[in-house]
């Protein structure tokens, strides 16, 4: 596939449309795709082209190189850390992102092609069907650098896998196992690396072969509920994100990232 002239070009993101399919590509391989200010910007602006666009039926959302997403960037989140007031403007584009990404009315089909972290996790989940390579790893670890997990996983793991196991793994950022994740529902699928691609053509196939405006309203009407949720937690879990930026926690566990060892996190 080869870029469309008529598509909008982005420093940290790619698109391609063939025929009525459109594929967005994290593109910062050297780094897995950890979204910096560049990527955090941009993906609030191409999940709106993606649900304006007017060539394409279907979307699909994929990583460069060996990983989906491996969240944050840590120069980034240093810059974050450093200057609080940095992350609070942020924090409007988060916004951005979720609902973009949940106002797509077309299917919104993730090919997790690697590990899929922090906002990483939360970009997967927000899509319609997973398919998942078997050995990457998805998780929300925001709790082991001292932070809320506020961009939108207190509002879908609960969805995808119930109340019960979405505290179990917000609570203590494990990361799972891409097996293990969909055996308990949180992607669709988990299948070796090299049939990822086959899997998500057919699936593909099968969706662009199908009644268009069925698909759409039939995700409309079962995105109802989860929009509802989203509202309902996203402006609080920012806000107490917001605040855990400028906790010591979150300043130890980024110093102890840099230099390479387990942060020693206060009692309050």
Known sequence: MTASDDLPRYETIELVRKDRLLTITLNRPDSLNAVNLALH????????????????????????????SAGGDLDHMWRN???PELFDQEARAAKRIIFAMLDVDKPLICRMNGHAVGLGATLALMCDVIFAADTAKIGDPHVNIGLVAGDGGAAIWAQRIGL???????????????KRAAEIGLVNHALPLDELDAAVEAFCDKLLAGSSNAIRYTKILTNLELKRITHAVL?????????????????????ALKEKRKPVFGKR
């Open 81 to 83: 850390a450093t200057n």
């Open 235 to 255: 402006d609080a879990g920012i806000a107490y994100e917001s605040l855990t930026v400028r906790g010591a926690d979150h300043q130890e566990a980024i110093q």
């Open 41 to 68: 910007e941009e993906l609030a602006e191409v999940f709106l082209f993606a649900g304006q666009d007017q060539g394409s039926d279907v979307v699909v959302l994929t990583g460069a190189g060996r990983a989906f």
């Open 164 to 178: 019960g196991r979405a505290k179990e793994f917000l609570l203590t950022g494990e990361l799972l196992g891409a």
